[in-house]
């Protein structure tokens, strides 16, 4: 779970295109997130794991994995439609030798 954790951490803090990941869930709630979670592992293993992990913990951890996959599938979705808008852009392929000005027009009104 750690592990995770610090995958999550350097995603969010290295992440391309920090805006696009803030349009899907604020860093606030992120860091909020992510502090649940360190919080919940810390319980756990100040009662050095006896019993087990708790039903609510279990929540916990489940929710935020949960959480973690939503985001990505969000961001893929988000990247899809990009693609799908840049393939509309007629300004971006084809020969515009003699044509710079269509080009710069038809760039304008995408």
Avoid: C, N
């Amino acid at each position: 779970m750690t592990l995770a954790i610090r995958a999550a951490k350097m995603y969010y803090t290295a992440h391309e295109q920090p805006e696009r990941l803030d349009a899907i869930k604020p860093e606030r709630q992120i860091r909020a997130d992510i502090f649940s979670v360190m919080e919940t592992l810390k319980q756990m293993a100040t009662r050095r794991w006896a019993g087990g992990m708790r039903d609510e913990e279990l929540d916990i951890l489940d929710r935020w994995i949960q959480g973690l996959f939503a985001m990505l599938q969000q961001e893929h979705d988000m990247e899809e439609a990009e693609r799908a808008e840049q393939a509309t852009w007629t300004w971006l392929h084809g020969d515009w030798a003699g044509k710079e000005v269509e080009r710069e027009l038809s760039f304008m009104a995408s």
